[in-house]
């Protein structure tokens, strides 16, 4: 079965920073992965995910994840951080038409 | 945009008792999903159903039933709640059984047992 791994489960980020979220997978298929950003108190919203197709996925938020094969790797990215952006994000990985979710990574912003 | 309603919010049960989650939406989609959220724990997958009337279990579906009876709902159901069921409740659904298909969620239900 499919899978991914998101390390450290609380990142820490000063505003106007740059935000990395490392996320790699396991598949034996070509995967379809996915972002997804959760704030307090909400369900998931979609941020981003790669399908086919250009490598480099840009999606809501300023955010953009770029798609290594060679490294199996789909790491998150953003060139500044907001306040706004504190909040939990999860990599998902299809897996036998099903999501895989990482465990996520809690992000705090500093001002 | 895709509306995925969860009936309640916040709810509060006794051990024992029969709880029903509900979950609506509201594009047709094939595809529903019911997961629960505990700290460090990520998304868990309890079943899913891709037609009415069908379903799957998912990863840890020990202790939950579900029912689709229509298309745009489909219920989790705790048959004799215990107190390690109280985690936060996510519903979501796809519009096909493709895996390139982003799941859409509601906005939970975080359910206690007393």
């Known amino acids: 079965a499919q899978s991914v791994t998101q390390l450290g489960s609380h990142v820490s980020v000063s505003e106007g920073a740059l935000v990395l979220l490392r996320c790699n997978y396991s598949?034996?298929?070509?995967?379809?992965l996915f972002w997804y950003v959760q704030y307090p108190n909400q369900g998931l919203q979609l941020l981003l995910k790669y399908t086919t197709g250009a490598t480099l996925v840009k999606g809501i938020n300023g955010f953009e994840a770029e798609f290594k094969k060679s490294e199996t790797s789909f790491h998150l990215t953003k060139p500044s951080a907001h306040m706004s952006d504190a909040a939990e994000y999860f990599c998902?990985?299809?897996?036998?038409?099903?999501?895989?979710f990482g465990k996520g990574n809690q992000v705090v912003v500093i001002p | 945009d895709v509306k995925v309603t969860q009936s309640s919010r916040y709810l509060v049960k006794r051990t024992g008792e029969k709880v029903f989650l509900e979950c609506v939406q509201d594009m047709d989609h094939e595809n529903m999903f019911w997961y629960r959220q505990d700290p460090g724990l990520g998304l868990r997958l309890i079943y899913f159903?891709?037609?009415?009337?069908?379903?799957e279990k998912g990863d840890i579906p020990e202790g939950y039933s579900v029912s689709r009876e229509k298309k745009e709902r489909f219920s989790l159901i705790l048959e004799s709640a215990s107190t390690n069921q109280t985690s936060m409740y996510l519903c979501?659904?796809?519009?096909?059984?493709?895996?390139?298909?982003?799941?859409?969620f509601g906005d939970g239900t975080r359910l206690s047992i007393l």
């Open positions: 159903s891709y037609d009415v009337k069908m379903k």
């Open positions: 598949s034996s298929v070509p995967p379809y």
């Open positions: 979501a659904s796809s519009r096909t059984v493709y895996s390139n298909q982003p799941q859409h």
């Open positions: 998902a990985v299809t897996s036998n038409n099903r999501l895989a």
